[in-house]
């Protein structure tokens, strides 16, 4: 099947979920965005259609959209089949949820912790939401676009400056050696040239 018949056969199989499709090209993926409220059910629905029987969890995550809030983000694979399935959805910034996948695909729960401890969303019935990758103490959610890198207060930061941070160029920085290593105009076939 194509990517198209692909999303098209799983929006066909939804029931009463105002779905949308898009994807295509030889090697794309089917990208099917449903509301938040489907999430699981086409989740489960690509999973069971004989069509479609996409079998294999292969990842979650989310995508902070700002003002727009969250969109979320599952790739499915059925390993019979061969072809993929990206399912999306828009959940707003406050009150950021959507139903848990584990009871269709145990091996989301790890992923749902993740986008859970580094964005903030909730997940409806996932058992186990307790930090996996930040200290206990740890506040905030780090892949909020709003959330201020430590280091950047502590110390001003030596790279490229993000858009708007300051109005003045940085300069080129020298290319460095590694202790020991002679400048290569001083040696070799360049020596003496420069």
């Known amino acids: 099947m194509t990517p198209e018949e692909v999303g098209a056969r799983l929006v066909a199989a939804l029931p009463d979920a105002a779905a949308g499709v898009s994807g295509g090209g030889a090697y794309a993926r089917a990208t099917v965005d449903v509301p938040p409220a489907a999430w699981a059910t086409a989740a489960a629905t690509a999973r069971d259609d004989t069509d479609l029987r996409c079998d ?6 989310a995508v902070d959209e ?3 809030g969250f969109t979320m983000v599952a790739h499915v694979w059925s390993t019979a089949l061969r072809h ?3 399912l999306r959805t828009r959940v707003p ?4 949820q959507v139903p848990t996948l584990v009871p269709v695909y ?9 986008t859970h401890e ?3 969303i909730g997940f409806a019935g996932h058992a186990d939401l307790k930090p996996l990758l930040l200290p206990p103490e740890f506040e905030g959610h780090p892949l909020r676009k709003e959330f201020v890198l430590a280091a950047r207060v502590a110390k001003a930061w030596p790279g490229a400056k993000e858009p708007g941070e300051s109005h003045e160029s940085t300069g080129r920085r020298q290319p460095m050696r590694p202790p020991g290593v002679p400048d290569p105009n001083q040696w070799g076939p360049n020596a003496g040239l420069a």
């Open 93 to 96: 910034r406050e009150g950021a």
């Open 56 to 61: 294999f969890f292969d990842w979650l995550s």
């Open 84 to 86: 993929g399935v990206l």
């Open 66 to 68: 700002l003002a727009e």
């Open 106 to 114: 145990p091996g989301a729960a790890w992923h749902e912790r993740e």
């Open 118 to 120: 580094m964005f903030g």
